[in-house]
T-cell receptor, first 114, second 116 residues
Framework: AQKVTQAQTEISVVEKEDVTLDCVYETRDTTYYLFWYKQPPSGELVFLIR??????QNEISGRYSWNFQKSTSSFNFTITASQVVDSAVYFC???????????FGTGTRLTVIP | NAGVTQTPKFQVLKTGQSMTLQCAQDMNHNSMYWYRQDPGMGLRLIYYSASEGTTDKGEVPNGYNVSRLNKREFSLRLESAAPSQTSVYFC???????????????FGAGTRLSVL
């Protein structure tokens, strides 16, 4: 069975602070994919990143970075120098082999205070 | 660059009424999905269509039916709406089986449904 846990329900930070969103997953698949999506107040889901299970390299994209650690089954997301536009709900998701449907965590609501 | 288009954006139904949510994608994707989003529960899969002509149940299929009309369109039908089906519904698509596509699902803007 696939499961994604985002223990942080809500986080508030002051603008320019760094913030890390945690994601822990469970799967029995040896090949799987991990994703982060952003849901801004407007409601759409925006794809941020995808990582496959055999690539543990960390990734940086501008102010965003992701830390994938198979040893702890974690795929954490860090925003550096947060901005008000980063305020959104962030979902971590897992896809195994097969139909490729996504298993979502319950999301973390990030509020960046100006 | 339409991507995934869902209609309608908002809908209010009375208990027992029926309706169909429409979804169309123009990215030549083979797989399509319907999810529902409820507060505090993330998104859950209702039905999916791995390829044209096939549909399968997801985690929460009860009370819904789907039709993969063609490669572009995947509709979700509520035959007799119930208050428990009040939710936000998302359609998604991906190019399954193609490494270059990386199994990334692209989502529509959602349909906010209230059942009174």
């Amino acid at each position: 069975a696939q499961k994604v846990t985002q223990a942080q329900t809500e986080i508030s930070v002051v603008e320019k602070e760094d913030v890390t969103l945690d994601c822990v997953y469970e799967t029995r698949d040896t090949t799987y994919y991990l994703f982060w999506y952003k849901q801004p107040p407007s409601g759409e889901l925006v794809f941020l990143i995808r990582r496959n299970s055999f690539d543990e390299q960390n990734e940086i994209s501008g102010r965003y970075s992701w830390n994938f650690q198979k040893s702890t089954s974690s795929f954490n997301f860090t925003i550096t120098a947060s901005q008000v536009v980063d305020s959104a709900v962030y979902f971590c998701a897992l896809s195994g082999t097969g139909a490729n449907n996504l298993f979502f965590g319950t999301g973390t609501r990030l509020t960046v205070i100006p | 660059n339409a991507g995934v288009t869902q209609t309608p954006k908002f809908q209010v139904l009375k208990t027992g009424q029926s309706m169909t949510l429409q979804c169309a994608q123009d990215m030549n994707h083979n797989s399509m999905y319907w999810y529902r989003q409820d507060p505090g529960m993330g998104l859950r899969l209702i039905y999916y269509s791995a390829s044209e002509g096939t549909t399968d149940k997801g985690e929460v299929p009860n009370g819904y039916n789907v039709s993969r009309l063609n490669k572009r369109e995947f509709s979700l039908r509520l035959e007799s709406a119930a208050p428990s089906q009040t939710s936000v519904y998302f359609c998604a698509s991906t190019l399954r089986g193609q490494i270059i596509a990386k199994n990334i699902q692209y989502f529509g803007a959602g349909t906010r449904l209230s059942v009174l």
